[in-house]
């Protein structure tokens, strides 16, 4: 994966994170054909049911639900705080968890099963040490 | 197959031992069990080690060099926070299966300041800070508002676990702290991850614990007088869960384990009378009230309110200030926990001794994930 390090344009924070070209960024997960359980990434096997390449790719929904979260007030050096760090359960399945943004980071500001869209931004402007930008993904109030 | 019993187990008080090694921690501890059970090195046929830090380093092996060289065989052990809850069982199944009759298990960890948890993500960036959280506290953070989500549960219940257990430790002369710490304090101690404070996450220490088991012919050999009986030892895995990838499971584990060693030992939850169970977080020990059976789902927030899971209550949960107060050198604490119920079992346990105890269960996890869970009853 690193090779893409010398293409142009901002790379993906995540494997499952997919910018196809010219088209909508999206979340990739995989589902199994026997179970239906929903991975996030791509895999061959099943670990819900020991299905042998069983599982094919899927795309994750940009809607979902908040699960459960909490509110990160010390971190590693570097990272800001405070931030919601969320788990959420997308429409038609698979659950992700990543920062909850555009709302306070204040319990009384959050609840449970609040409506989020899946949305991609720029990563923090985090860059690697040659350089490249990210793209990477957001949960905000449904809109 | 006969029963398994601890003959000699004890534990060196959790602190910072920065001068001193992995080994020789573990050393000390070995030694100090030996002598509770007035046995030798040369009486040992195994050792079973438990390390987490220093994982492929031969721990075990380096213990031997401190103490006595015998020769016999030695199996090192990592399984996150059940290493030493691990090395344990390994001990207590070579008994079982006949292959020996006397075993030495040592659990030993020496820790780093700080948050735990993983910061990297996979990619040429760090991902904590923008998907979500991954330290050790937000993760625990995560699985308390699962609990709240489902029961209501509060903040100051969750803070309440951090109260009694540090008041606990303040009887526990082997605790790192012997401090009281009333429930504003808990409250508005720094904010780690909402809603665990500082004082809601279990402490990094340095800390080593080591049992001798043996066989039941060994040990009529020996004496039962302060022997106390392996009525139950299970290890579990996390079963698939929908979330398990972004959520790590720590219920479903320690629910299974808890019914299979409940089977195992032919008791209910109602018979036992005290549990050392895995507080690494506060808001971890409200979701084990109801994982080992103490209460029906949705109770825990009252049972911590009422005040039963304290000492003097129907059912004392982490007398020995827990991880939140006694420390969490992760891979000597599934060991440290059999100390204290042992020590309880065998009425040496002093000012915090839970009056009468017959049955006591010790529980741990290692995110990963790995239940560890064991049942011990007083011989006389
Ligand atoms: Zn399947």
Not at chain 2, 7 to 21: A, L, Y
Not at chain 2, 300 to 313: F, K, N, P
């Amino acid at each position: 994966m690193s090779e893409q390090a010398t293409t142009t344009g901002p790379l993906p924070a995540v494997g499952y994170l997919k910018l196809p070209e010219g088209g909508e960024p999206y979340l990739e997960g995989s589902k199994c054909k026997e179970c239906g359980s929903v991975y996030l990434g791509t895999r061959t096997n099943c670990s819900k049911c020991s299905g042998r390449d069983t599982v094919e790719a899927f795309k994750l929904s940009n809607k979902g639900k908040l699960y459960s979260y909490c509110i990160v007030h010390r971190s590693f050096p570097g990272i800001d705080v405070p931030y919601i760090s969320a788990i959420v359960d997308l429409d038609g399945g698979g659950t992700v968890k990543g920062n909850l943004i555009d709302v306070d980071p204040d319990p009384d500001k959050i609840q449970f099963d609040m409506a989020v869209d899946v949305v991609y931004k720029d990563a923090l402007g985090r860059k690697d040490r040659d350089g490249n930008s990210y793209i990477s993904y957001f949960f905000q109030p449904a809109g | 197959m006969g029963d398994v019993y601890v003959m000699g187990v004890d534990m060196i008080k959790f602190g910072r031992f920065p001068e001193q090694t992995v080994p020789q921690l573990g050393a000390t501890a070995a030694m100090m069990a030996l002598d509770d059970a007035g046995l030798k090195m040369q009486d040992m046929q195994a050792l079973f080690c438990g390390n987490l830090g220093q994982a492929s380093g031969m721990v075990g092996q380096r213990i031997l060099k401190e103490i006595g060289q015998t020769g016999i065989g030695v199996v090192n052990c990592a399984n996150a926070c059940a290493t030493g809850a691990t090395a344990f069982r390994q001990g207590w199944m070579s008994i079982k299966a006949d292959v020996h009759d006397v075993v030495l298990c040592v659990g030993v960890e020496q820790m780093g300041r700080g948050l735990l948890g993983g910061a990297g993500g996979g990619s040429g960036i760090p991902s904590e800070g923008m998907l979500g959280s991954g330290t050790m506290p937000s993760v625990f953070a995560e699985a308390g508002l699962e609990h709240t989500r489902k029961y209501g549960t509060t903040f100051e219940q969750f803070a309440k676990v951090s109260v009694k257990n540090h008041h606990h430790s303040t009887m526990n002369p082997k605790a790192m702290y012997q401090i009281e710490t009333p429930l504003d304090t808990v409250m508005n101690a720094e904010m780690i991850s909402y809603p665990n404070t500082k004082l809601m996450c279990s402490v990094n220490v340095d800390g080593a614990a080591a049992a001798v088991l043996v066989s039941e012919k060994k040990a009529k050999e020996l004496g039962m007088a302060r022997a106390v009986k392996v009525r139950a030892s299970v290890l579990t895995s996390d079963p698939y869960q929908d979330r398990d990838l972004v959520m790590p499971d720590v219920n479903t584990c320690t629910r299974m384990a808890a019914e299979q060693a409940y089977e195992m030992a032919g008791v209910g939850a109602d018979d036992i009378d005290l549990i050392e169970l895995h507080d690494c977080f506060a808001t971890a020990e409200i979701l084990h009230y109801e994982n080992l059976g103490l209460c029906k789902d949705g109770e825990a927030g009252r049972l911590i309110d009422d005040g039963e899971v304290a000492l003097g209550g129907r059912i004392p949960v982490n007398v020995s200030g827990g991880l939140l107060s006694k420390g969490h050198p992760l891979g000597a604490t599934g060991i440290a926990n059999i100390y204290e119920v042992s020590t309880h079992l065998r009425g040496e346990a002093g000012d915090r001794q839970v009056e009468g105890a017959r049955l006591g269960m010790t529980h741990v996890i290692g995110l990963g994930s790995a239940c560890g869970l064991h049942i011990l009853e007083k011989v006389n």
